[in-house]
């Protein structure tokens, strides 16, 4: 079975900053969107007016007061710091129709930000079976039992001697398939990993 190696807490922290001008302030309807794809887990509006009808800040909402956005979990207190606003303030639900008439939603971002999600927070949201995160976790599984099926594996040239991957026939320390997000980047790298010969 193949094993998802999450980033280091400085990965994920740099990845944070780069998208949070992106995602927190400006396209957080594409990210709640994308979150929300990806696990099913209801959108709330942080509304600016006191008519409820404006958003100024969309998120995950979780259970026990807790909510989600490119900053990760934050509570209700902490979903308005950033723009200026402090509690009592209106929360209420959202959805991705209702965001459109407000303004334009790129479908672009929405991928992106679904997938950065997935990448930043693997097993801290119940992502949906058809994430891209399960999608590459189920493809390397697939592509172990084929690689078993003929005693053959593929893997990264070491050192580095070309950009082309190497399939050669299985040895006695192989190990699973590992993946891990690439930083700032929509995808994956993945190799085997090896137990040491006893």
Not at 76 to 91: D, I
Request: proline share 8%; net charge negative.
């Amino acid at each position: 079975m193949s094993t998802y190696e999450v980033p280091t807490d400085g990965e994920r922290l740099d990845t944070q900053l780069v998208y949070a001008s992106t995602f927190l302030d400006g396209a957080c309807y594409e990210f709640a969107i994308g979150v929300h794809r990806a696990t099913s887990l209801p959108m709330v509006g942080l509304m600016q007016d006191v008519e409820g009808q404006k958003i100024r800040h969309a998120v995950i909402s979780l259970s026990y007061g807790r909510y989600f956005d490119i900053r990760g979990f934050v509570d209700e207190e902490e979903v308005g710091q950033p723009f200026g606003l402090s509690p009592p303030y209106t929360l209420k639900p959202i959805d991705e129709e209702g965001m459109r008439t407000i303004r334009p939603v790129h479908e672009y971002n929405i991928v992106r930000a679904a997938q950065i999600a997935q990448m930043l927070w693997p097993d801290d949201l119940p992502w949906v079976e058809s994430s891209l995160l399960n999608r590459v976790g189920k493809f390397l599984d697939e592509l172990e039992s084929l690689c078993e099926r003929h005693g053959l594996f593929i893997h990264a040239s070491a050192p580095s001697l070309t950009w082309w991957p190497i399939i050669a026939e299985k040895t006695e320390i192989d190990g699973n398939y590992v993946f891990r997000p690439l930083v700032n980047s929509p995808s994956f790298i993945f190799g085997r990993k090896s137990d040491p010969p006893v």
